[in-house]
């Protein structure tokens, strides 16, 4: 995980409340990602960043907005989160042209009771 | 609906054998291919990339790909305990997405 990292690692919250997730490179990538892993899924890409100040939906989008406003930083939020947001996020960075080889940060495990 | 289809096993194989595991997807268009190994608990990281067709091997893998049947495949020879792991596939999908299986867990019986 050299050169990703995102805090927190753990986190347990309540419904409604709102989680902020941070993903932070030292790898001067262009592309950064935010996937959710849940069990008998794919990792499911929730949102994705091409520069900064530039993002994109991705397949799950709804609930969750994104925000980067340097290169190094992406901030994934849950405005309300829900039980269905329980899950283990992660941050993915590429800085090859597209989405090729990804480099994962360790995970954050999202607990909404 | 682009969808990469994986077995989600597990597979269990005798340590020393060969591991076959094995990944279909639905875009015709699909240019790039990945394996990445995820062990418990951790984060996923890449193997293997394949983007034409054939045959593309690095030590013990070795990665096929079959674009007009729409499958790709990942071998492992003389399987080792440390090759216990979910075997995610991975197809891109436009410029920055990659779509991905479900993953397949491998167990190497010592």
């Known amino acids: 995980d050299a050169g990703i990292t995102q805090s927190p690692r753990h986190k347990v919250t309540e419904t409604g409340t709102p989680v902020t997730l941070r993903c932070h490179q030292t790898?001067?990538?262009?592309?950064m990602y935010w996937y959710r892993q849940d069990p008998g899924h794919g990792l499911r890409l929730i949102h994705y960043s091409y520069g900064v100040k530039d993002t994109d939906k991705g397949e799950v989008s709804d609930g969750y907005s994104v925000s980067r406003s340097k290169t190094e930083d992406f901030l994934l939020t849950l405005e309300s989160a829900t039980s269905s947001q329980t899950s283990v996020y992660f941050c993915a960075i590429s800085g090859i042209t597209g989405a090729n080889v990804l480099t994962f940060g360790a995970g954050s495990r999202l607990t909404v009771l | 609906q682009k969808e990469v289809e994986q077995n989600s096993g597990p597979l269990s194989v005798p340590e020393g054998a060969i591991a076959s595991l094995n990944c279909t997807y639905s875009?015709?268009?699909?240019?790039?291919f990945f394996w990445y190994r995820q062990y418990s608990g951790k984060s996923p990281e890449l193997i293997m990339s394949?983007?034409s067709n054939g045959d593309k091997e690095d030590g013990r893998f070795t990665a096929q790909l079959n674009k007009a049947s729409q499958y790709v495949s990942l071998l492992i020879r003389d399987s080792q305990p440390s090759d216990s792991a979910t075997y995610l596939c991975?197809?891109?999908?436009?410029?920055?997405?990659?779509?991905w299986g479900a993953g397949t867990k491998l167990i190497i019986k010592p």
């Open positions: 875009d015709r268009g699909s240019q790039s």
């Open positions: 991975a197809v891109r999908w436009g410029n920055y997405q990659l779509i």
């Open positions: 394949i983007y």
């Open positions: 790898e001067n990538h262009r592309y």
